[in-house]
């Protein structure tokens, strides 16, 4: 047992809107955990694009006031009444303990504790830093599961990705160039487009901005006039146009973000022209069963702690100074991975 304190430090939002409204409260109530789960002391909180969504009222909150977040490291140091720690290998090894340093994908990180239920709660290698751990699943996992299931990457083959220095993009450049892919990053500017060639990019391009259609021209000319195997756009509304027309015929779209806004009204029949996959995963559903987890993050840990992949944090911000953390990564100004410290 540990002596656990009576409040933690905490954001929250009461309305939908801009990032001025969520407020920092040093100390609120310690949340106890019911049955079937833990309790966590964050040591790092990971930021990600989809908190903005909820916050901005793009994606439905259920009840307020909401807490944001969905991913952290931390202890966990208590459980909730008649609850088993959960196996700690997905071949049902060992255990999770009061004790053991996790990380996990659930709501209401953004605060000092946080109630988890016991699957979700995932063991990290002594290998892995807290920072590298809050700054790993959430992203991480997107990237490994879509390059492995939403469209099953072979060595040899173009692949393009958009928002390519990003916390996700990092971790799609770095995975491709592990896997043998030959990656064509897409990012906003010079500097971002460096980030993704270091990352393995073997070209790295904008958007096109001002010609759309030179954008399609670049990449068609690259790849030899056919196309890419696979694109993983997480833009969406802004670009979904130009990148299913650089598509491969076969190949596969693969859009699973909206960072521009969402794509409406898109006329299946226009995937018939190339034969064209078209799919709009979400994480979750990759790794909805504890096997799954466990699975793909000890595989993640993996090029983590071979140094395949470098994890690069834009910044660890304070707890308190969440809104300037937030304004910052709607900016377009961030790149790899933003940290909370409560
Ligand atoms: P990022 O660090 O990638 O930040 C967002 C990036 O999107 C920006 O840096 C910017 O890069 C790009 N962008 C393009 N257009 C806009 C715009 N109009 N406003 C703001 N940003 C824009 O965030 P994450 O790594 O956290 O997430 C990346 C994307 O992946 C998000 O769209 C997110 O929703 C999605 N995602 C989806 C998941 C799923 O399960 N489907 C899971 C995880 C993430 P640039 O300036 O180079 O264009």
Redesign the pocket.
């Known amino acids: 047992k540990m002596a656990l304190p009576k409040t933690t430090p905490q954001v929250s939002i009461s309305t939908t809107g801009p990032p001025s409204l969520l407020t920092y409260t040093p100390s609120s109530p310690l949340p106890t955990p019911p049955k079937g789960h833990a309790l966590v002391r964050n040591a790092f909180i990971g930021?990600?694009?989809?908190d903005t969504?909820f916050r901005s009222g793009l994606y439905p909150i259920a009840s307020f006031p909401f807490v944001p977040g969905r991913e952290a490291s931390g202890v966990v140091v208590a459980f909730g009444p008649d609850t088993s720690p959960p196996s700690a290998t997905k071949d049902g090894k060992g255990v999770v303990e009061v004790g053991s340093r996790v990380a996990y994908l659930h709501t209401a990180t953004y605060a000092g504790h946080t109630v988890v239920p016991v699957e979700a709660l995932v063991p990290v290698p002594d290998g892995v830093g807290d920072e590298v751990a809050a700054a790993s699943l959430?992203?991480g996992l997107?990237a490994l599961t879509l390059i492995r299931e939403a469209h099953r990457v072979e060595r040899g083959d173009w692949v393009l990705v958009?928002?390519?220095?990003?916390?996700?993009?990092?971790w799609l450049c770095q995975l491709l160039r592990a896997v043998g892919a030959r990656t064509i990053a897409?990012?906003?500017?010079e500097e971002?487009r460096g980030l993704a060639r270091e990352n393995g990019a073997e070209v790295a391009i904008g958007?096109g901005e001002e010609d759309r259609e030179k954008f399609v021209e670049e990449v068609l000319g690259i790849t030899g006039g056919e196309g890419v195997a696979a694109v993983f756009d997480?833009?969406?509304k802004?670009?979904f146009d130009s990148v299913l027309k650089v598509v491969r015929r076969k190949g596969s779209l693969i859009s699973?973000?909206?960072?521009?806004?969402a794509v409406e009204g898109f006329a299946l029949g226009r995937l018939g022209a190339k034969n064209v996959r078209l799919m709009?995963?979400?994480?979750?559903n990759f790794i909805a069963t504890r096997e799954e987890l466990l699975g793909y993050a000890e595989e993640l840990w993996g090029f983590v702690e071979r140094g395949e992949v470098k994890v690069h944090i834009?910044e660890i911000y304070p707890l308190e100074d969440v809104v300037r953390a937030t304004v910052d990564?709607?900016?377009?100004?961030?790149?790899?991975?933003?940290l909370l410290k409560p």
């Open positions: 930021i990600n694009y989809i969504y959430l992203q997107t958009t928002a390519a220095a990003g916390g996700v993009g990092g897409v990012a906003s500017s971002k958007y997480s833009v969406g802004a670009t699973f973000g909206n960072a521009s806004g709009r995963p979400t994480l979750f834009h990564i709607e900016s377009r100004k961030t790149t790899g991975k933003l």
